[in-house]
T-cell receptor
Framework: GAGVSQSPRYKVAKRGQDVALRCDPI?????LFWYQQALGQGPEFLTY????????KSGLPSDRFFAERPEGSVSTLKIQRTQQEDSAVYLC??????????????FGNGTRLTVT | GQQLNQSPQSMFIQEGEDVSMNCTSS?????WLWYKQDPGEGPVLLIA?????ELTSNGRLTAQFGITRKDSFLNISASIPSDVGIYFC??????????????FGKGTKLSVIP
């Protein structure tokens, strides 16, 4: 498809389990972002990649969160030892240019993570 | 960090009515973005504003970048049922390491009564 694709769409994890969320950005898009959206809130920045380089990870809530984009296309957000407060929708977004927001940011439909 | 305050938090309007919502910040922004999010989907960009005082339209939507650079508003004219959703304002940090970060408001939830 032409849009940003995220999988899985829904993920239920027991507290303490590790999860991996995948993002396929639009082909050729240089910039890739991960956002966390809690229920009833706006998305909050987690991390930013420019090609394969992770230029900003200041939004990651703890060292249990790890993101990678090894070949500058597909990205994976991994959460280790999940906790209930990790329950949220995780959104991935990509844009064409190196300078974010100079071109439109395209969001995927997100992965809804529920930690029980 | 930067915060964006949106108002109203929610609104119920009759189909055909005009809608106005706004977004304010305690710090300046160089770019204002307005997004719409439908249930179960990611936000979709509606309008981007890059210059203080700029007024931009996209169909029935009109948005303005406040001259103080600390506010923006979005108007929707002649609302229709498909306008239902959550509208977010957003903007990147002005400079520095956080300039990759897009800050979002908490959203205005719009309900349209047919």
């Amino acid at each position: 498809g032409a849009g940003v694709s995220q999988s899985p769409r829904y993920k239920v994890a027991k507290r303490g389990q590790d999860v991996a969320l995948r993002c396929d950005p639009i082909s050729g898009h240089v910039s890739l972002f991960w956002y966390q959206q809690a229920l009833g809130q706006g998305p909050e920045f987690l991390t930013y990649f420019q090609n394969e380089a992770q230029l900003d990870k200041s939004g990651l809530p703890s060292d249990r969160f790890f993101a990678e984009r090894p070949e500058g296309s597909v990205s994976t957000l991994k959460i280790q030892r999940t906790q209930q407060e990790d329950s949220a929708v995780y959104l991935c977004a990509s844009s064409l240019t190196r300078r974010p927001y100079n071109s439109p940011l395209h969001f995927g439909n997100g992965t809804r993570l529920t930690v029980t | 960090g930067q915060q964006l305050n949106q108002s109203p938090q929610s609104m119920f309007i009759q189909e055909g009515e005009d809608v106005s919502m706004n977004c304010t910040s305690s710090s300046i922004f160089n770019t204002w973005l307005w997004y719409k999010q439908d249930p179960g989907e990611g936000p979709v960009l509606l309008i981007a504003l890059y210059k203080a005082g700029e007024l931009t339209s996209n169909g029935r939507l009109t948005a303005q970048f406040g001259i103080t650079r600390k506010d923006s508003f979005l108007n929707i004219s002649a609302s229709i049922p498909s306008d239902v959703g959550i509208y977010f304002c957003a903007g990147p940090a002005v400079s520095g390491a956080g300039s990759y970060q897009l800050t979002f408001g908490k959203g205005t939830k719009l309900s349209v009564i047919p």
